[in-house]
């Protein structure tokens, strides 16, 4: 114990090791803000997770236990999630400990990403029966869908966040219908059940998607599709990391991903933890890269993909995929089954987001604002890129190739068996 001791003062004052706050955890109305953790300054690098080691920093005892963007916490029947807002500056693990809080950290960007925005869901349910003081069961289904109905309003393109409030609504009433004496307990057990097949699939998508790189080769990534867009390991980032992980070559040009700055923020933070090379780039320089033949495939995620094939996905992403179809790159798009929605016939249907045009304006040159002062914008959050422009969909359960349609639907029927 006293040379991990050692090794742990050794990493905190290299700097490889961040100290951070323990925020807003309380327990018996009282609140715990006193804790000082360390944790290990990467997540899900060569330990597979964030490795958060409690500890004190002049070397007290200390534990290990893993840690996802989205997970719950027992002592204190709450949701715990990493603020994604300060990243890569700071690293704060946040407390939420109603279902209206959690809509307000998914409306807000504390958490992002499809399939983490759809653990944090499930888990604001858990709380939204927790919160219900009902004993009669159809006044706690309706606790239950009003709810939902915050939490679906929270964001509205993301398919995960409805597909895990639709599941945690469906499992309550099965639970009511059968009798269980514990309905509180069985949707935590759900909302577990969520986050690890998110895991699972993930592992799984990426040795799907891994099998379609070079042995060596330059990919473009958009947004930020790693274990921070997840509950851990990732979509597309997860097929990078799968394919440096079994000794190929990769290096990634990271998109900007404005006016959020994903890229650079976040996917950059997570490869610098992984020792996967890249660079960062302006978003309006990938089409030149493509030109150039140094780019062997354009990897992103997804926040819908609808029946036909047609992908939501972050703001900038339409453009990616018409200039890798004009310069013949492959074009892939990494998700789980829970993101295609077989409801939504094209990504016409789909609702696009727009965000608070401050998120355009608010940036600062020089501690000055590069707008003038009365300038008005427009921030669309995601964009439809065409299902033409796909050149293929990794999923956990294989690659699809065109036609999409059956392919997505059996995709679905699989992941439900």
């Not at 944090?120 to 009003?146: C, I, N, P, R, T």
């Not at 960062?280 to 992103?300: K, P, Q, R, T, Y």
């Not at 299902?387 to 065109?402: C, K, M, N, Q, W």
């Amino acid at each position: 114990m006293g040379a991990i001791i050692k090794e742990v003062q050794r990493r905190v004052k290299s700097g490889e090791f961040v100290q951070y706050n323990f925020h807003g955890a309380r327990t018996k109305n009282r609140l715990q803000c006193s804790r000082t953790r360390i944790a290990c300054n990467m997540h899900a690098p060569m330990l597979n997770s964030l490795v958060q080691i409690g500890a004190l920093l002049l070397g007290e005892r200390i534990f290990v236990n893993l840690m996802r963007t989205v997970r719950w916490n027992s002592e204190f029947n709450a949701v715990e999630m990493i603020d994604q807002r300060l990243l890569p500056g700071e690293l704060r693990i946040s407390v939420f400990h109603t279902h209206g809080d959690v809509a307000l950290a998914i409306t807000n960007m504390i958490v992002r990403g499809a399939p983490a925005i759809g653990a944090a869901a499930a888990f604001g349910m858990v709380l939204a029966g927790k919160q219900s003081e009902a004993v009669d069961d159809q006044v706690f289904l309706a606790d239950l869908e009003d709810a939902a109905e915050i939490l679906r309003a929270a964001r509205p393109t993301a398919s995960n966040l409805n597909w895990a409030v639709d599941r945690m609504l469906q499992s309550a009433k099965d639970g009511l219908q059968a009798g269980s004496d514990d309905i509180r307990e069985l949707l935590l057990e759900e909302a577990q059940q969520i986050a690890d097949e998110d895991i699972k699939a993930n592992r799984q998508m990426g040795k799907h998607g891994a099998a379609l790189l070079p042995q060596e080769g330059t990919i473009i990534h958009h947004c930020n599709t790693g274990a921070l867009a997840t509950v851990d390991y990732g979509t597309a980032l997860g097929v990078i990391r799968s394919a440096h992980e079994s000794g190929k070559k990769i290096h990634v040009l990271v998109d900007e991903t404005r006016p959020r700055l994903q890229g650079s923020r976040l996917t950059a933070w997570e490869l610098d933890q992984l020792q996967i090379p890249f660079e960062i780039i302006a978003d309006n320089a990938a089409g030149s890269f493509m030109a150039s033949g140094e780019v062997s495939a354009v990897l992103v995620g997804a926040d819908r993909v609808a029946a036909n094939g047609d992908v939501a996905n972050k703001i900038g992403t339409y453009m990616l995929a018409l200039a890798a179809k004009d310069n013949a790159v492959p074009f892939y798009v990494a998700m789980p089954a829970s993101t295609i929605d077989l409801r939504t016939r094209t990504g016409k249907q789909i609702p696009i987001e727009e965000r608070d045009s401050a998120e355009v304006l608010n940036l600062l040159r020089d501690g000055l604002s590069i707008a003038p002062k009365n300038s008005r914008a427009r921030n669309p959050a995601f964009d439809i890129t065409p299902h033409r422009l796909v050149t293929a969909f990794i999923t956990e359960v294989g690659v699809i190739s065109p036609p999409y349609e059956e392919g997505l639907r059996n995709v679905v029927k699989i992941a439900q068996s």
